[in-house]
């Protein structure tokens, strides 16, 4: 005789319950992963919007300061406190140490958006709460300690639509502020360690950037060649490009 249960007044036979409860596996092994995609693909969406905001504000910083960007970076004594402005925190140095909008937001706006939300890595600079993003310094920012110091006119850029501004920064160490091209170039000729300003390809494989003209997109070529040699790019980081050519102003 079958041994079997009883729900509702219909029995089901023990195999019957097993079939189901199988079948009911089965539906769940394929819909958590597809539930995981679906998070990071939110994740992935949401970062897009941070950087669309990041490029917007840097359309609204050129036309308040004379065409220029702002700078990638500077540090200084300002009224007795020693300041490390970055190009999207600044840190003062007080006790304890306070940090405030950077350049790019004019001292105003909120710091949550420059946290990616699919990095949970340190900031790697100074004690900044959030992180994730980094911004063009080989050709846009430049800043205090480099080749050129002054930061591009954004007339300088003969190709924005094809110009990286801001993307999500990432390398062996965690996050990284200050985009690299690969190779030497006039803005940073004397750098070294470019790998150390990569590109986290971290949305299921892709890397999202903002270019000059206002545009954001997820990028998928991992580029890894480099002037300091491949074999230092970390797993699932990586270049936009096999040459400087997305990073330049060509």
Not at 55 to 79: F, L
Not at 150 to 159: D, Y
């Amino acid at each position: 005789m079958n041994r079997c249960l009883v729900a509702g007044g219909r029995a089901f036979t023990l195999i019957e319950l097993l079939v189901v409860m199988a079948t009911i596996a089965i539906l769940a092994g394929l819909l958590v992963p597809a539930l995981a995609r679906a998070k990071q693909r939110g994740k992935s969406v949401a970062c897009l919007s941070n950087l669309r905001q990041m490029a917007i504000a840097a359309g609204a910083y050129v036309a308040d300061h004379d065409d220029s960007y702002p700078a990638a970076y500077s540090t200084g004594i300002e009224n007795g406190v020693s300041v490390s402005r970055g190009w999207d925190l600044t840190t003062l140095m007080e006790s304890p140490p306070r940090v405030v909008p950077g350049l790019l937001w004019e001292g105003q706006g909120t710091e949550r958006i420059q946290q990616c939300p699919s990095f949970a890595g340190k900031a790697n600079w100074l004690v900044d709460p959030m992180t994730g993003y980094n911004y063009n310094t080989s050709y846009i920012g430049h800043g205090q300690f480099e080749s050129i110091q002054e930061p591009a006119k954004a007339g300088a850029v003969r190709n924005p639509q094809g110009t990286v501004l801001f993307g999500d920064g990432q390398y062996g160490g965690g996050a990284n502020k200050f985009m690299r091209a690969p190779f030497p170039n006039p803005g940073d000729a004397g750098f070294r360690g470019r790998y150390a300003g990569t590109q986290g390809f971290r949305h299921l494989g892709w890397s999202n950037a903002a270019f000059c003209d206002g545009h954001v997109e997820s990028m998928t070529e991992r580029h890894t060649q480099n002037a300091d040699g491949a074999d230092k790019v970390a797993p699932g980081t990586g270049f936009l490009s096999a040459d400087n050519s997305v990073y330049d102003l060509e």
